[in-house]
């Protein structure tokens, strides 16, 4: 059975699905002990799941059959998760293409097939063999130049070799007999040239195990160093475990809070609170235990927005707008003003002044110093309307995106731009633009079919309202 580990705020509903799924959990915190009546189990995982640092959804890593069921349930499950795979493997060992240094980051560029990776130039002996044998640095995953070591190691279940030629026991471990039974143990199996760092997950087996794991690294081992004396770069010497990254919009997190309720008892919104940390976050704690205690919902759900309410945007506020493009990267668009704010439609008009030259995108028009940008969105629209207008008051244009539904966070609001775009010109021409892009994304398995067609529906209905404008 496969093995997964959860830790988080989507915790609760992650390991519902994963059980779901078949998984077992593994290394389960004592509340997901309790919630799901789970064993205490110390094992290694086959798939460790974590919330990304903005806590806007999760990584995972592990072997890439786990990782693609995981990306499968998600996508199932989730209209519009975006899912993010990276190009290498973490831990993977690649010989590479010296392409270039990098003075200014002490760095040598390497061709390692999938991508370009970064190594420090203190690892590197002799760049003129141009040709190098290189390791994907974990602690790094994710990062769009993988960080590349020459120290190769060879990771398992129970122990890594290492480069270094000793024994080590992983700091986990307290248990002062265990580590030195570990230690003397390794000193018997450590095989020439390699060095041995036992795992956590070493402590409770047996002899017999670990002498088995040891030989079936030490040949995997030589393994790669046979190919890497053959084969000629760039090209792949031994495959790591496979990482993703897969963003919650708004969608998602509405079907992961429905995910827990099965489980424990949740307010709606909770992950969309989680995810705005600090006040708001302990706030929806703070309401949850409440509601455990026998608090009416509508007192509980009232006192959550009378304390929430302080920490988000009002008229005259200045928020940001986080634009997200699928493949990850985040435009910050600018300080915009908020001119306007009608929480029961929950419509915002944002306006931002431009300080610089430049040209809108999709229109074609020249943006000039002093030319200003009127914002109207509502909160959980899966579009939202931008006019540009002259510093002497002038129209420019508009320029509508289509996104996955829109999330007011305290400090602006955010949305993963879904590539499609409507434009429509002072001269009454409207025009839709780059709905392949979408379609492509789909094909690559970054969004789901479902999701394509959500946002043909949503462009449908603003061509329709578009028209009866004219």
């Known amino acids: 059975m496969a093995t997964a580990r959860v830790r988080g705020i989507y915790s609760t509903a992650l390991t519902k699905l994963l059980l779901d799924h078949g998984f077992e959990i593994v290394q389960p915190s004592l509340t997901t002990r309790e919630r799901f009546g789970l064993k205490e189990c110390d094992e290694s995982p086959d798939l460790d799941v974590y919330d990304r640092l903005d806590r806007q959804g999760v990584q995972a890593f592990g072997k890439a059959e786990f990782i693609n069921t995981f990306c499968s349930m998600l996508q199932s499950r989730l209209d519009d998760v975006i899912v993010r795979r990276w190009a290498v493997t973490a831990d993977g060992i690649y010989k590479g293409l010296i392409k270039e240094a990098d003075p200014t980051t002490h760095s040598f560029l390497v061709n390692i097939g999938k991508t370009v990776g970064r190594v420090a130039d203190k690892e590197v002996l002799n760049p003129e063999l141009r040709q190098i044998v290189v390791q994907v640095e974990r602690r790094k995953v994710g990062t769009r130049k993988p960080v590349l070591t020459t120290g190769i190691k060879i990771p398992g279940r129970y122990a890594i070799l290492i480069p270094e030629r000793r024994v080590k026991v992983s700091l986990k471990i307290q248990d002062l007999k265990v580590r030195s039974r570990l230690h003397k143990l390794g000193e018997e199996l450590r095989p020439p040239d390699w060095g041995i760092l036992w795992r956590t ?16 690294l030490a040949a995997e081992g030589q393994t790669v160093r046979e190919q890497a004396e053959r084969v000629e770069a760039p090209a792949t010497l031994w495959e790591g475990g496979s990482y993703v990254n897969a963003e919650f919009p708004a969608l998602s997190k509405r079907k992961l809070d429905a995910l827990r309720r099965c489980v424990a008892l949740t307010m709606k919104g909770h992950h969309f609170y989680k995810a705005c940390g600090r006040r708001v976050s302990s706030a929806i704690d703070m309401a949850e235990k409440l509601l455990e205690k026998g608090c009416p919902l509508t007192e509980v759900e009232d006192l959550l927005k009378r304390t929430v309410e302080a920490e988000f945007p009002i008229v005259g506020s200045v928020i940001g707008m986080e634009h997200v493009k699928l493949d990850g990267k985040m435009f910050h668009l600018g300080e915009a003003l908020v001119e306007a704010f009608d929480r029961d439609q929950s419509r915002l008009r944002l306006s931002r002044v431009f300080e610089r030259k430049g040209v809108y995108d999709g229109l074609g028009t020249m943006k000039e110093p002093g030319d200003r940008a009127v914002t109207e969105a509502r909160i959980e629209d899966w579009h939202f309307e931008t006019q540009y207008f002259s510093r002497e008051g ?12 829109i999330e007011l966070y305290p400090d602006g609001i955010r949305y993963v ?30 969004v789901t079919e479902k999701l394509v067609k959500i946002v043909r529906e949503k462009l449908q209905e603003l061509a329709l309202a578009l028209c009866e404008r004219r």
């Open 201 to 216: 997950a070493a402590t409770d087996q047996s002899i017999e195990v670990l002498r088995e794991e040891i030989n079936r």
């Open 394 to 405: 002038r129209y420019k244009g508009t320029y509508i995106n289509l996104n996955t539904p």
């Open 417 to 446: 731009d879904l590539e499609v775009d409507v434009c429509v010109w002072p001269n009454g021409t409207i025009r839709k633009l780059d709905e392949e892009k979408l379609e492509r994304a789909a094909a690559e398995g970054l």
